[in-house]
């Protein structure tokens, strides 16, 4: 099991940036893909960008391509979430996940989910 600790969430102004990091307590960080997920109130929990293993390969929801990036460093077990021209729509918990699977974006192939962090974009 993969302990994952979020941080970075905040208020921000539209248009603004935030960074959002996720520390990984596991010796073996660099074999699992890691993915960030959000969940605004009353809506189902949604996918918002992959990493694979290496950090070569990423993949993103198309409600932030070209927004957000997604990035990790195997050094420090820590994967990233730099985003970038926030909107009120991206108001949300995030969460961040580990997957012993190729990168993927459905939920149920993370095997470990961190406790979320609170994004709130003002308009």
């Known amino acids: 099991q993969v302990q994952l600790v979020e941080s970075g969430g905040g208020l921000v102004q539209a248009g603004g940036s935030l960074r959002l990091s996720c520390a990984a307590s596991?010796?073996?960080?660099?074999?699992?893909?890691m993915g960030w997920f959000r969940q605004a109130p009353g809506k189902e929990r949604e996918f918002v960008a992959a990493?694979?293993?290496?950090?070569?390969?990423?993949y993103y929801a198309i409600s932030v391509k070209g927004r957000f990036t997604i990035s990790r460093d195997n050094a420090k077990n820590t994967v990233y979430l730099q985003m970038n021209s926030l909107k009120p729509e991206d108001t949300a918990v995030y969460y961040c996940?580990?997957?012993?699977?190729?990168?993927?974006?459905?939920?149920?192939?993370?095997?470990?989910w961190g406790q979320g962090t609170q994004v709130t974009v003002s308009s």
């Open positions: 596991v010796r073996t960080f660099s074999i699992y893909s």
């Open positions: 990493v694979s293993r290496s950090g070569g390969i990423t």
């Open positions: 996940a580990a997957s012993i699977m190729p990168m993927t974006e459905i939920p149920y192939q993370y095997n470990s």
